[in-house]
């Protein structure tokens, strides 16, 4: 009954479209099989005493079957089978009545007729199609008419049948706008010479100088070139495309993956997506039973990380948001951009914070109560740190220690720290800093989980991964900026190589782990590490930016080796000798194998630091640190 209360009028008046259909369809599969005949005229009256069951029964039918909600305007062919399976249905339902009810007990002879049931199939199938279709048909012509009128460039469509037919769909429905396509360039030999919903598919992508020459010919310029996802496999040479593009002063623009269930929307292309390994499958699904309905509090909200954190979690349906970032114009930032979601229903609140202050965490948090703590506060940059590396210790070891505790003492179901892949055999006091704080979590997590049995215990969990495409501080910006001064392009070192993976599918995975962690079957793993795919080298990376800005390297822009800076080594590793990988059967994700030393030990080392900072030890803080640490080497002083 609460489905049924809730059809619209809509509903009711589809209802009735399709009874009278088939009340017709039944009416005339009779008129054909008995025309000029009067047995014909015979039938009618038992007919008329059929009819009112027959109604009943074909709106049970049209109703379980969905065909009275499915909309009209996006009919395809799912809903053409689910008619023929309506149409099956009741043609079944006449065969019973004629063979088993009607004909033995009232007529003592057939009174339908096998003829007469096989005409009825075929004309309720057309009857419930035809306005459909052509409903169907008559919205297509209206969009693609204001597609092609509202200043829509002429454009080509770059990659694969089933990505244009993903983009021509959207457009037709609108959500795609101001492209015209014209044509569609695939790198498969079997999309050749084919059209895809009335677009040709006019060759290969290295036949776009053919094509554009062509069109101009014609004078019908093509103005833009859209890539869509296969446009950027390996295969397809991605950034040849677009050196001949620019040369054809194309606007190109892609069109991003729909797997994350985003509305398909253009973008500009840029160097980071020819960067892009193949992505990880994210089960979206796991992420939003995680977040949703849940209080979340995410430290450093305003940095690169921090802010798509909150970007996701709000887009996974959290109850309310706590953002705490130390920086004003970083936090204004965030919490005006989650504020124009029109689709966030959220309650957000950010506070200036600096999580080196135990006591204004504690307060916060406190009040907050959070189910879930995001820890992305800390000083990350390696140089600096190197310089000024006792700062790094008060934030990124005491902030995190602040953060966990205040977490614990908040009752939160997990903390999550962003961690980082130089984290692993230290050399920097980035990845020192950081290891220190994963073996206190680490701590933390085990000594929580060998409580008596209860309340399931708190986890802490740390998350490493390696750089983040165009984040604050990323080379990526940085090289950018170079270029558009001219040059030149500082590397550090002709055979540096660096993991790198786009922010978006960092916090996806990131959130991922923190799913993983708070299973009902808790993991012996607190250190989890993303798989970021194949290392990138950097000089690389420079010279396909200055290509794709038009520019030769080495000619037009120089590309000069500064040196390794303090504190960094040539190539990144995934996993120390002393924590092996554990597979944990989660796409993207591995475990690295516990290894902390135990809590009085830590908080020994933890007391030492924090006296030899008051009284300014750099010599105590190294110590107690290598200490801590074995494996550190660095050249910080």
Same mark, same amino acid.
């Not at 903390?415 to 050399?427: F, Q």
């Given at each position: 009954?609460?489905?049924?209360?809730?059809?619209?009028?809509?509903? $009711?008046?589809?209802?009735?479209?399709?009874?009278?259909? @088939?009340?017709?369809?039944?009416?005339?599969?009779?008129?054909?099989?008995?025309?000029?005949?009067? @047995?014909?005229?015979?039938?009618?009256?038992?007919?008329?005493?059929? /009819?009112?069951?027959?109604?009943?029964?074909?709106?049970?039918?049209?109703?379980?079957?969905?065909?009275?909600?499915?909309?009209?305007?996006?009919?395809?062919?799912?809903?053409?089978?689910?008619?023929?399976?309506?149409?099956?249905?009741?043609?079944?339902?006449?065969?019973?009545?004629?063979?088993?009810?009607?004909?033995?007990?009232?007529?003592?002879?057939?009174?339908?007729?096998? $003829?007469?049931? #096989?005409?009825?199939?075929?004309?309720?199938?057309?009857?419930?199609?035809?306005?459909?279709?052509?409903?169907?048909?008559?919205?297509?012509?209206?969009?693609?008419?204001?597609?092609?009128?509202?200043?829509?460039?002429?454009?080509?469509?770059?990659?694969?049948?089933?990505?244009?037919? !993903?983009?021509?769909?959207?457009?037709?429905?609108?959500?795609?706008?101001?492209?015209?396509?014209? =044509?569609? /360039?695939?790198?498969?030999?079997?999309?050749?010479?084919?059209?895809?919903?009335?677009?040709?598919?006019?060759?290969?992508?290295?036949?776009?100088?053919?094509?554009?020459?062509?069109?101009?010919?014609?004078?019908?310029?093509?103005?833009?070139?859209?890539?869509?996802?296969?446009?950027?496999?390996?295969? *397809?040479?991605?950034?040849?495309?677009?050196?001949?593009?620019?040369?054809?002063?194309?606007? +190109?623009?892609?069109?991003?993956?729909?797997?994350?269930?985003?509305?398909?929307?253009?973008?500009?292309?840029?160097?980071?997506?020819?960067?892009?390994?193949?992505?990880?499958?994210?089960?979206?699904?796991?992420?939003?039973?995680?977040?949703?309905?849940?209080?979340?509090?995410?430290?450093?909200?305003?940095?690169?990380?921090?802010?798509? #954190? *909150?970007?996701?979690?709000?887009?996974?349906?959290?109850?309310?948001?706590?953002?705490?970032?130390?920086?004003?114009?970083?936090?204004?930032?965030?919490?005006?951009?989650?504020?124009?979601?029109?689709?966030?229903?959220?309650?957000?609140?950010?506070?200036?914070?600096?999580?080196?202050?135990?006591?204004?965490?504690?307060?916060?948090?406190?009040?907050?109560?959070?189910?879930?703590?995001?820890?992305?506060?800390? $000083? %990350?940059?390696?140089?600096?740190?190197?310089?000024?590396?006792?700062?790094? +210790?008060?934030?990124?070891?005491?902030?995190?220690?602040?953060?966990?505790?205040?977490?614990?003492?908040?009752?939160?179901?997990?903390?999550?720290?962003?961690?980082?892949?130089?984290?692993?055999?230290?050399? @920097? &006091? /980035?990845? $020192?800093?950081?290891?220190?704080?994963?073996?206190? *979590?680490?701590?933390?997590?085990?000594?929580?989980?060998?409580?008596?049995?209860?309340?399931?215990?708190?986890?802490?969990?740390?998350?490493?991964?390696?750089?983040?495409?165009?984040?604050?501080?990323?080379?990526?910006?940085?090289? %950018?900026?170079?270029?558009?001064?001219?040059?030149?392009?500082?590397?550090?070192?002709?055979?540096?190589?660096?993991?790198?993976?786009?922010?978006?599918?960092? *916090?996806? /995975?990131?959130?991922?782990?923190?799913?993983?962690?708070?299973?009902?079957?808790?993991?012996?793993?607190?250190?989890?590490?993303?798989? &970021?795919?194949?290392?990138?080298?950097?000089?690389?990376?420079?010279?396909?930016?200055?290509?794709?800005?038009?520019?030769?390297? =080495?000619?037009?822009?120089?590309?000069?080796?500064?040196?390794?800076?303090?504190?960094?080594?040539?190539?990144?590793?995934?996993?120390?000798?002393?924590?092996?990988?554990?597979?944990?059967? !989660?796409?993207?994700? &591995?475990?690295?194998?516990?290894?902390?030393?135990?809590?009085?030990?830590?908080?020994?080392?933890?007391?030492?630091?924090?006296?030899?900072?008051?009284?300014?030890?750099?010599?105590?803080?190294?110590?107690?640190?290598?200490?801590? +640490?074995?494996?550190?080497?660095?050249?910080?002083?």
């Amino acid at each position: 009954m609460t489905r049924l209360a809730q059809l619209t009028y809509r509903n $009711l008046l589809i209802a009735a479209h399709d009874i009278l259909v @088939s009340v017709v369809a039944l009416f005339a599969a009779f008129y054909i099989r008995f025309e000029g005949a009067s @047995s014909f005229w015979e039938r009618v009256p038992l007919l008329l005493q059929l /009819l009112p069951y027959f109604i009943a029964f074909s709106f049970i039918v049209f109703y379980f079957s969905n065909l009275l909600t499915t909309k009209w305007r996006f009919i395809s062919l799912p809903d053409a089978l689910n008619i023929v399976r309506v149409a099956t249905v009741l043609t079944l339902a006449l065969l019973v009545l004629d063979y088993i009810i009607v004909a033995p007990n009232v007529r003592g002879t057939f009174f339908f007729g096998k $003829l007469t049931i #096989i005409l009825y199939w075929f004309l309720e199938i057309l009857g419930l199609s035809a306005l459909r279709f052509a409903y169907r048909y008559f919205r297509y012509t209206r969009v693609r008419r204001h597609a092609k009128s509202d200043d829509a460039a002429p454009a080509l469509l770059i990659g694969r049948a089933a990505d244009a037919e !993903v983009v021509l769909r959207g457009i037709e429905s609108g959500a795609v706008k101001r492209i015209w396509p014209i =044509g569609i /360039l695939s790198p498969s030999a079997a999309d050749r010479g084919q059209l895809i919903r009335g677009v040709p598919v006019l060759g290969g992508i290295d036949d776009v100088e053919d094509v554009a020459a062509d069109f101009a010919r014609r004078e019908r310029p093509i103005a833009r070139a859209l890539m869509m996802p296969t446009a950027f496999e390996p295969d *397809c040479h991605p950034e040849t495309f677009l050196m001949r593009a620019r040369r054809l002063r194309l606007i +190109v623009s892609r069109l991003p993956s729909l797997e994350s269930g985003d509305a398909p929307r253009l973008a500009p292309v840029a160097v980071e997506d020819l960067l892009l390994r193949p992505s990880h499958k994210i089960d979206y699904g796991r992420l939003e039973a995680l977040v949703k309905g849940k209080a979340v509090v995410v430290t450093g909200g305003g940095g690169s990380i921090g802010a798509e #954190i *909150c970007q996701r979690v709000v887009a996974f349906g959290a109850a309310r948001l706590l953002i705490l970032e130390n920086s004003e114009p970083a936090l204004y930032a965030i919490t005006e951009a989650l504020a124009a979601d029109p689709e966030a229903n959220v309650a957000v609140e950010g506070r200036i914070a600096d999580i080196r202050d135990r006591d204004r965490v504690f307060a916060l948090v406190g009040e907050f109560k959070p189910d879930l703590v995001f820890h992305a506060a800390a $000083l %990350k940059h390696v140089p600096i740190l190197e310089r000024d590396w006792s700062e790094g +210790v008060k934030t990124n070891i005491f902030g995190s220690i602040n953060v966990a505790d205040a977490a614990m003492a908040a009752g939160a179901e997990a903390m999550v720290m962003i961690s980082t892949d130089k984290a692993i055999e230290p050399v @920097s &006091m /980035l990845g $020192l800093t950081k290891r220190f704080a994963e073996m206190y *979590c680490q701590a933390l997590d085990r000594q929580l989980a060998e409580r008596p049995a209860g309340r399931p215990p708190m986890r802490l969990i740390s998350v490493r991964f390696g750089n983040v495409l165009a984040s604050n501080g990323s080379v990526v910006p940085k090289f %950018k900026a170079q270029i558009e001064a001219g040059g030149p392009v500082t590397v550090t070192h002709p055979d540096m190589v660096r993991y790198f993976m786009t922010i978006r599918e960092a *916090c996806d /995975l990131v959130i991922t782990a923190a799913s993983h962690a708070l299973a009902p079957q808790r993991p012996d793993v607190s250190v989890y590490v993303l798989n &970021m795919g194949q290392p990138v080298r950097i000089v690389e990376l420079a010279e396909r930016m200055i290509r794709l800005s038009g520019l030769q390297p =080495g000619y037009d822009i120089e590309i000069k080796f500064t040196g390794i800076r303090p504190g960094e080594r040539l190539n990144e590793i995934l996993f120390a000798s002393e924590e092996p990988p554990v597979e944990i059967g !989660v796409a993207g994700i &591995m475990a690295a194998t516990p290894n902390e030393p135990p809590m009085p030990t830590l908080k020994a080392w933890i007391a030492a630091l924090d006296q030899a900072i008051t009284r300014n030890d750099p010599v105590t803080i190294k110590s107690v640190l290598k200490d801590a +640490v074995p494996e550190f080497g660095s050249s910080a002083a």
